[in-house]
């Protein structure tokens, strides 16, 4: 069984952490340097991107992340996570720095404001059944990206879940419903397992 850290400085950490338990993963939040050596994949939660970040930096955890996805460690963001993990963000607020690890980039808060979230029904490429319950949040969307980077989902006609290797984003918040789908795919990815791979 997979041990799948969730990046617990600011965000939705608890749902993240149900969700990747009920996807057969042994789940655990990750604060500190130490923690995130341990674990076999790890999820950047939702929340607000300019907070995780100064706090990601505060903690010391900025430079391990990085190195941890250089080296290909599974990693899952959703929202505020999945614009941790661009390479570059359109428009980002002064000293906002990102993991990186996906070769693309975000617009912060493309959706609209806070009173314009919404939930869509998304297909999502190596997602079998019905299209997955997307609930967007104040969402980025994805403005462009890279030839190594596979487009998964899109909403409106923009990108809305991209994958470039071991790491897997997306705008919505699977982890806010009942529909773990999306975490037992990155459950598979933290296995090792070569079928997530081939998504
Ligand atoms: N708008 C937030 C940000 O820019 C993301 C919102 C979310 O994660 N639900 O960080």
Redesign the pocket.
Known sequence: TPVVGVLALQ?DVREHLIALASADAVARPVRRPEELAEVDGLVIP?????T?SKLAALFGLLEPLRARVRDGMPVYG????M?MLADKILDPRSGQETVGGIDMIVR??AFGRQNESFEAAVDIKGIEGDPVEGVF????WVESVGAQVEVLAEHAGHIVAVRQGNALATSF?PELTGDHRVHALFVEMARGNPRAGSL
Not at 78 to 81: L, R, S, V
Not at 137 to 140: D, E, Q, S
Request: positive net charge; hydrophobic residues 25%.
């Open positions: 965000g939702g929340g607000e991107s300019t995780i959703t929202c505020a996570g614009i912060r808060n949040i104040r969402a980025p918040h």
